[in-house]
C-alpha cells in the first residue's frame, strides 16, 4: 500500500503541535514550497561552517523547484524528483521512499512534513560516509518519541542544526504571491529567485531550521542560528 501523502487534518503540523494553523487539511500532497532566501541561508552557513557540498546534488522533493533553482545559480548540478510532475524542467516521478540507488553525492530537499523522518532514514541508507544530507524542518522534528526511537536514539543524529531566528514562511502550493505567477515562472523554466514574499509581513507562523545530516557522524549535534 503506498503513502498517503495527502494525509488528514491531524497530520504532519497537528502531531508537532504548531499553533492554531496545524489544524487546517493538509495541501495536496503536503506541498509546501521553500522560500529561495531559505536555501540562500543554508549555502552561506555550510561554507561558514567549512562544509563544501559535492557538485551533484539531488532534491527528492522537488515541487516547482525553489530549492533547486537557487542550487542551480550557485553551480551545482541538480537531479530532481517527485511523486507528482509540478512542471519543473527534469523532474523524474519517483516516490524518494521507494528508491533503490541515487546517482548523486548529496541530498537537499523540504520533505513531506508526516514523511519527515522516513526521508532521514532513506536518505542515510542512500548516501555514502562522509556525503551529506540537508533537510528543512520544524524545530519541533527534534522532539517526540517516535523520532527519537527511530533516528536519534540509534546514532541518527544531524551533526548541524542552522535555526533560523526570524521566521521563514513556506507557501502553499508554491504560491509565495496572491496570484500564481511564480507557478507560471517555473512551468517556463524561469529563475524564481525573486518569488520569496511571505504571505504576510510578519512572516511564517512556523519555526524552521535546516538539520544537515554527515553519514557516518557519531558525535553530538551542534547548533547554531542564521
Known amino acids: 500500500m503506498g503513502k498517503d501523502w495527502i494525509g488528514n487534518s491531524r497530520s504532519g503540523m ?12 493538509r ?21 561558514e561552517v567549512g562544509i563544501k557540498l559535492p557538485t551533484k546534488i539531488l532534491e527528492p522533493a522537488v515541487g516547482m523547484g525553489h530549492i533547486a533553482s537557487v542550487l542551480k545559480k550557485h553551480g551545482y548540478q541538480v537531479e530532481a524528483a517527485d511523486v507528482v510532475d509540478r512542471k519543473w524542467p527534469g523532474t523524474k516521478i519517483q516516490n524518494f521512499l521507494d528508491t533503490e540507488s541515487i546517482d548523486c553525492d548529496a541530498i537537499i530537499t523540504n520533505p513531506p512534513y ?24 520544524k524545530i519541533q522534528f ?13 546514532g541518527l543524529n544531524p551533526e548541524w542544526c542552522f535555526v533560523f531566528s526570524g521566521r521563514i514562511n513556506c507557501a502553499k502550493q508554491g504560491n509565495f504571491k496572491e496570484n500564481n505567477e511564480v507557478f507560471e515562472a517555473a512551468t517556463q523554466g524561469e529563475d524564481i529567485s525573486d518569488y520569496d514574499k511571505p504571505e504576510s509581513d510578519t512572516g511564517g507562523q512556523i519555526a524552521y531550521m535546516w538539520a544537515v545530516w554527515h553519514k557516518g557522524y557519531k558525535g553530538y549535534t551542534k547548533t547554531v542560528w542564521i
Open 27 to 47: 495541501e495536496e500532497l503536503d506541498f509546501y514550497a521553500t522560500p529561495p532566501i531559505a536555501t540562500e541561508a543554508l549555502l552561506k552557513k555550510l561554507d
Open 142 to 154: 527534534m522532539e517526540g518519541k517516535e523520532r527519537g526511537d527511530l533516528l536519534f536514539k540509534s
Open 114 to 137: 508526516a514523511y519527515g523522518a522516513q526521508f532521514v532514514v532513506k536518505a542515510m541508507d542512500l548516501l555514502k560516509d562522509g556525503q551529506y544530507c540537508c533537510m528543512l524542518l
Open 14 to 25: 497537528y502531531g508537532l503541535g504548531a499553533s492554531n494553523r496545524s489544524k487546517r487539511d
